[in-house]
Structures are given as C-alpha cells and as structure tokens.
C-alpha cells in the first residue's frame, strides 16, 4: 500500500515580500483540506478538487475569485483536471461568471465526450448542469482592476501576479496532485491567466500536457509560471515522460524545469507526485508557494531551498 499524499501549489513567480504569508497560509490550509477529503472517503478526484476550490474561493491566489483581469477588465479563467486510471480529462479556456471552474471542468470530463469547452459553450454547458452563473463582473476585483491600471502605465509587460509591490512576469496559477493507498493519481489546475492579456487568451492550464498530466502508471503533475512558454515545451507531460525512463519525481521536476528555461529564457515551477507517492517540486522563477500531507506531517515552502515541516494534532 502507498502513503497517500496531497500536494499543492499557489502559482509560481516573483512573489512579492507582501504576499508570502498569504501564499503560505493558503497552500498549507488547501494541502490539510485535500488530505481531509482523501482520508475521509473520497478520490482523489475529489481530493485535488477540494484543495483547488479552496484556493479558487481565496483572493489571494489568481484563481477564481482572485484572477487578474484581461484587456477589457474582465474575468477570463481556464481550469483543467485529469484521472490517472484511465486518462479522462475534463479543461476549460477562457470562462466567464463560475464560482469553482475546477468543478465545472470536472462536468466536463464526467458528463461530456470532449477534453475542452471554452467561452460561451462553456457557459452554456454550465447552465446545462444546473451551475450557477454569476452576475457579469461579481468576479472582478478592485484591486484587479488597479493592477491592469498599473500594467498599462508600465508598459503593458505580461503579468500575472496583483499586489502593492508587483513585479512584471510574476505569479499565476493554482494546482493539486494527489494518489491514494492503491497508487491512483489525479491533478486539478486553475488560473485566472495574465494581466492585461487579450480577450480569448487561453493558456496552458486549460490544456492536457502542459498544465496538467496524471497517468497511474507514472503519477501526476500541475505547472505553473509563464504559460505561453509552457504550452511551447508541454511541461506537465515532459516531466512524465522524464519519469517514465526513470528519473525520480524530484529530478524530473527540477531537470524540465531547467531545460525549458534555459532555452526559451522564462520561468516556471511544477509539483509532482509519483505512482508510488514520491514527490517533487521545483521552480525557476523567485519563489513558488507549495504545501502537503503526508500522516500527520504538514509540509511547506516558498522560497529556494526551503522545506518547513509541522506535526498536526489529529481532530477530536
């Protein structure tokens, strides 16, 4: 039997100082709220699902109710999430108004015979299943809105990351990878994409391979950093491929990651999870927010080289 395990990331990029313990807060309470799931009965579908709404419903993370906004001061996200039994997929591009569009590329996957929805058949397979919409703009923030204000007097250079000290080509993205006792795997990433991108802009989280892989016979990955330059390189499923020949999960991570900086000179971070519950984590950019649990130990890290680790006292 395999340890089950619950990884989580919070987008990798130049975090601002100002960010970090938010960052933090969130990936360890994502990370005990997967693990929860997964103990308690549920999948790991449903693990990676629970740990990625969490981070969807806090501003702190660009995802859900804290994505930045495109050229038009909208709301575009893209989500993916995938089940390494039997490689069904469920991902969406450029979706307006849901609440938790992890849940709804879940439907997807469940409920349709395609891979990805995007725009306005999105929307409409969303009222199909009975998903709330909300009103038009109920997901665009203040501060959304000041951050495109920023990136339009600085230039218009990519950014994916909102705050009082942000840096251009920051962070973005939202993910989980777990695998329960008999090795099963399943990823969930989500993000609100780049600040300032075109209307339509659909990234890599929304695509199979680049944002998210998991196949039970390797494990599971979610990327996360310049997304563009990772659709280029098709990260998720390289670092798969990597293991596959029989690298580790940590090699895997940290050599892809490498490469595909060093040759298209942008940034990205991943977290994989074995088959046999190893994990990796890895990131060129400054920092990456990440958590798991493993039994009782609560894992967690943000910048270089930093591995935290807790005891957590079991609930009455």
């Not at 990676?48 to 804290?66: L, P, R, S, T």
């Not at 695998?179 to 993000?191: E, K, L, N």
Request: net charge negative; charged share 20%.
């Amino acid at each position: 039997m395999i340890e089950p395990v619950v990884l989580v990331h919070g987008g990798a990029g130049n975090i601002p100082t100002t960010r970090v313990q938010e960052k933090i807060d969130g990936v360890t309470k994502a990370a005990k709220i997967g693990y929860k799931r997964l103990l308690s009965g549920g999948s790991v579908i449903d693990a990676v699902e629970a740990a990625v709404n969490f981070m969807e419903d806090d501003i702190a993370f660009n995802a859900g109710y804290g994505s930045i906004v495109n050229l038009d001061g909208q709301v575009e996200m893209d989500a993916s999430i995938m089940d390494g039994k039997n490689l069904q997929s469920g991902c969406l591009g450029a979706l307006k108004d849901i609440k938790n569009p992890i849940s709804l590329a879940r439907l997807v996957m469940e409920k349709t015979p395609h891979c990805l929805l995007v725009g306005e058949g999105a929307t409409k397979f969303a009222k199909s299943q009975n998903v709330p919409i909300l009103p038009p703009g109920t997901l665009v923030t203040p501060v959304a809105l000041e951050a495109l204000e920023k990136w339009k007097k600085k230039g218009g250079i990519a950014n994916t990351e909102i705050g009082p000290d942000q840096n251009p080509g920051s962070v973005g993205t939202v993910g989980a990878v777990a695998v329960d006792r008999y090795g099963h795997v399943a990823v969930a990433t989500s993000t609100g994409g780049i600040n300032g991108k075109m209307v339509g802009r659909v990234g890599d989280t929304a695509i199979i391979g680049a944002g998210s892989y998991a196949d039970d016979n390797i494990g599971a990955v979610s990327t996360t950093g310049h997304g563009d330059t990772i659709i280029k390189y098709c990260l998720a499923h390289a670092i798969i491929k990597s293991m596959e020949k029989g690298l580790s999960a940590q090699d895997s991570t940290t050599k892809n990651i490498d490469t595909m900086t060093e040759r298209l000179k942008n940034t990205a971070g991943a977290i994989t999870i074995s088959n046999k519950g190893e994990v990796g984590i890895g990131f060129s950019s400054a920092r990456m927010a990440w958590a798991y649990q493993k039994k009782n130990e609560l894992h967690y890290g943000i910048e270089h080289d930093q591995h935290c680790k807790e005891l957590i006292e079991e609930e009455c």
